[in-house]
């Protein structure tokens, strides 16, 4: 059967802000786009932008 790994990537600050790629490299990638939208849209509805709070990663590989 052929594996697949994709790789996953959240923010805690901004919820509902995540992304997903084929690969960690990929995942982190899109994630800089996706943090700098979600930024936008906050801006553009004059919602408060959070502070950092936190700074982790967690590296998790499943075969399907």
């Known amino acids: 059967s052929a594996q697949r790994t994709v790789g996953g990537v959240r ?9 997903l790629g084929e690969t960690r490299e ?15 849209v906050l801006r553009a509805r ?3 932008i959070p502070e950092p709070s936190t700074v982790a990663a967690d590296l998790i590989e499943v075969t399907a």
Do not use: K
């Open 46 to 48: 004059g919602e408060p």
């Open 26 to 40: 990929g995942a982190e990638r899109y994630i800089r786009e996706a943090v700098l939208t979600h930024l936008e």
């Open 11 to 19: 923010t805690t600050d901004l919820p509902g802000c995540f992304t």
